[in-house]
């Protein structure tokens, strides 16, 4: 005795009960958005943690452009992460996920010295100022000399 089902309307499928079994069909890919998000993440906060210093900054932003000078002026050539604005929220949520970073940062740049957020521009500059900026790059392996 053969038996079938009706035919639906709407991508809808008919099946037979006949004796022969449907081939099986590979699963389905993940989904594009997670396994997009998983690289980012692991991405950022991977850079972070392997480089002794990282700027990560919004694309055109003078700030960013004034911390990069003035760590190449030391001498250093740091990892530059730049971010579009659009993207900027999402990446200081990222950041913030970082062992040890208290929250932050909270705004762009943001700039790590040994894997550990030192802060914005004006950390920067204050350690600068303070004599203490070379010594944490060196401590870092940023700056040999």
């Not at 035919?7 to 022969?20: A, E, I, P």
């Not at 050539?77 to 659009?86: F, L, T």
Request: positive net charge; charged residues 20%.
């Amino acid at each position: 005795m053969h038996r079938t089902t009706s035919h639906r309307s709407g991508g809808g499928s008919s099946r037979s009960t006949n004796r022969k079994s449907p081939s099986p069909s590979p699963p389905p890919p993940p989904p594009r958005d997670q396994s997009k998000k998983n690289v980012r993440k692991t991405g950022i906060l991977k850079v972070v943690a392997e480089n002794p210093l990282v700027i990560v900054a919004v694309r055109g932003c003078f700030m960013c452009v004034t911390v990069n000078g003035l760590v190449q002026r030391l001498g250093v050539n740091p990892k530059i992460v730049e971010v579009e604005e659009v993207k900027k929220i999402a990446i200081l949520v990222k950041l913030s996920q970082i062992e040890g970073s208290d929250g932050g940062p909270w705004e762009l740049p943001a700039v790590y010295v040994g894997g550990k957020l030192l802060g914005g521009v004006d950390k920067v500059m204050e350690a600068h100022v303070k004599g203490e900026f070379v010594p944490m790059l060196r401590a870092a392996g940023a700056l040999w000399l």
